[in-house]
T-cell receptor
Framework: AQSVSQHNHHVILSEAASLELGCNYSYGGTVNLFWYVQYPGQHLQLLLK??????LVKGIKGFEAEFIKSKFSFNLRKPSVQWSDTAEYFC????????????FGQGTELSVKP | GAGVSQSPSNKVTEKGKDVELRCDPI?????LYWYRQSLGQGLEFLIY????????KSGLPSDRFSAERTGGSVSTLTIQRTQQEDSAVYLCASSSRQASSYEQYFGPGTRLTVT
């Protein structure tokens, strides 16, 4: 069965620090990969997605993620975080060519200190 | 345009009662998903509707849970004989099957509390 693992449950950073959130998935076939963000009191929003092509994908608000197939990983990065990046971040995967259910990781809560 | 809407935003019910949660997807989106978000379980898939195809019910936790989608648009998730472990935020999402990306757009959720 598919599964997604996010290694960090809670990350605390100071503004301007660099961010990397780990995500590994377990699935042998073609996958689509996503990072969603949930700001306090708001609903889930898509940050970025990977379906095919360039494994380095860029999303909104300066976020990027790199798909490394050999490591089954899709880590999220941002070179310099801001206080407004405080949120919960979810990695998710679904099977390619089906567009079906998303399997989510447990989420990583990011707190950025001003 | 309008996003995914859900109602009610909050629902408090007594154990053993039935509840209905409503989802209005983005107009024109053919795929509709239900998930729930709870402490300790994270975000879990419940059920998926795609056009006129049979729904994928593989995530429903018990036969007390059911969902329907009328006219290919609005969906209702019903929980019968609610239990305290059903307390969670129930999220609805929709996507356009025509898009190659299969991106899902989420609603604000319904917070269900079973007392």
């Amino acid at each position: 069965a598919q599964s997604v693992s996010q290694h960090n449950h809670h990350v605390i950073l100071s503004e301007a620090a660099s961010l990397e959130l780990g995500c590994n998935y377990s699935y042998g076939g073609t996958v689509n990969l996503f990072w969603y963000v949930q700001y306090p009191g708001q609903h889930l929003q898509l940050l970025l997605k990977y379906f095919s092509g360039d494994p380095l994908v860029k999303g909104i608000k300066g976020f990027e993620a790199e798909f490394i197939k050999s490591k089954f990983s899709f880590n999220l990065r941002k070179p310099s975080v801001q206080w407004s990046d405080t949120a919960e971040y979810f990695c998710a995967v679904n099977s390619g060519n089906q567009g079906g259910k998303l399997i989510f990781g447990q989420g990583t809560e990011l707190s950025v200190k001003p | 345009g309008a996003g995914v809407s859900q109602s009610p935003s909050n629902k408090v019910t007594e154990k053993g009662k039935d509840v209905e949660l409503r989802c209005d997807p983005i107009s024109g989106h053919t795929a509709l998903y239900w998930y729930r978000q709870s402490l300790g379980q994270g975000l879990e898939f419940l059920i998926y509707f795609q056009g006129n195809s049979a729904p994928d019910k593989s995530g429903l936790p018990s036969d007390r849970f059911s969902a329907e989608r009328t006219g290919g648009s609005v969906s209702t998730l019903t929980i019968q004989r609610t239990q305290q472990e059903d307390s969670a935020v129930y999220l609805c999402a929709s996507s356009s099957r025509q898009a190659s990306s299969y991106e899902q757009y989420f609603g604000p959720g319904t917070r269900l509390t079973v007392t």
